[in-house]
């Protein structure tokens, strides 16, 4: 799809995948919305990608801020794709050390961050899509973002595991959904890359997650996931469908 005088919207545009996928973008001619949280980088980020780029403040389940970033980027010229990579984690395990229940909240706070802020996302974005005139067979292309997680979590990710269950369980609906308004959808489902998430962690944690991704034997670098992004887009047969981008990686239990 030719992105020349047209806009993009990258959520978790301010580091990791979603900033490698923002740079991509921008070089192809899009006016990219970056959407982070007002204590992100994306101000400075949006600087950096020049040109007619801006950055959107919003966290993706408030409904008038994710509205907002949306109308912002159609102003700039008709939204022709969607790459939403704002999500978080969180370790819940189903009892407590001692036997008690899980405290619920954790667990409440991720689904909500991962699954209706994905779906506030393609409820907004949509809308603007299905306005635009039809380009090259598509008025425009969503690209969501799961985790291998949603098949083989590790002992704690629940929540995490059931979000990105949801956001695959979410993309062949979406893409039937919105087929009719020549809009495709289709989500990334990425091992373990290395990106900021993982800077909490000490090179002999990184060095074991590498050591279980059977070729290439290392970390997923963002531009690789930028770079299967880009190719979704630029692919009108591609649509409905859930990608793994691993390495050929299955998680242990542990």
């Not at 990608?49 to 010229?77: H, I, M, Q, Y």
């Not at 939204?79 to 999500?87: E, F, I, P, S």
């Not at 893409?175 to 002999?204: H, K, M, N």
Request: proline share 4%; aromatic share 4%; glycine share 10%.
């Amino acid at each position: 799809m030719d992105l020349t005088n047209a806009s993009a919207l990258v959520t978790g545009g301010a580091s990791g995948l979603g900033w490698a996928t923002a740079q991509r973008l921008a070089k192809r001619g899009a006016s990219v919305v970056l959407v982070d949280l007002p204590t992100s980088a994306g101000a400075e980020r949006a600087l950096e990608l020049g040109g007619d780029c801006a950055f959107s403040p919003a966290n993706v389940t408030d409904s008038d801020a994710v509205a907002a970033a949306v109308e912002s980027a159609a102003a700039r010229g008709p939204l022709r794709a969607v790459v939403h990579c704002a999500g978080r984690g969180g370790t819940v395990r189903v009892l407590e050390k001692d036997g008690s229940p899980a405290p619920l909240e954790l667990f409440e706070t991720v689904l909500r961050v991962n699954v209706v802020g994905t779906f506030n996302v393609l409820r907004f974005a949509a809308s603007a899509m299905a306005r635009n005139d039809v380009l090259d067979g598509d008025r425009g292309v969503f690209v969501l973002t799961a985790s291998i997680a949603a098949w083989e979590a590790q002992i704690g990710q629940l929540p995490y595991a059931a979000s990105k269950a949801g956001i695959v369980g979410m993309t062949l609906n979406a893409a039937r959904d919105l087929a009719q308004r020549a809009i495709r959808v289709c989500t990334i489902a990425p091992g373990v890359f290395d990106t900021p998430i993982l800077a909490r962690f000490s090179d002999d944690i990184k060095a074991g997650l590498a050591a279980q991704i059977p070729h290439p034997h290392r970390l997923g670098q963002a531009d690789e996931f930028a770079q299967l992004a880009e190719a979704i887009i630029d692919n009108p047969m591609l649509n409905g469908e859930t990608i793994r981008l691993d390495g050929a990686q299955r998680m242990t239990a542990r």
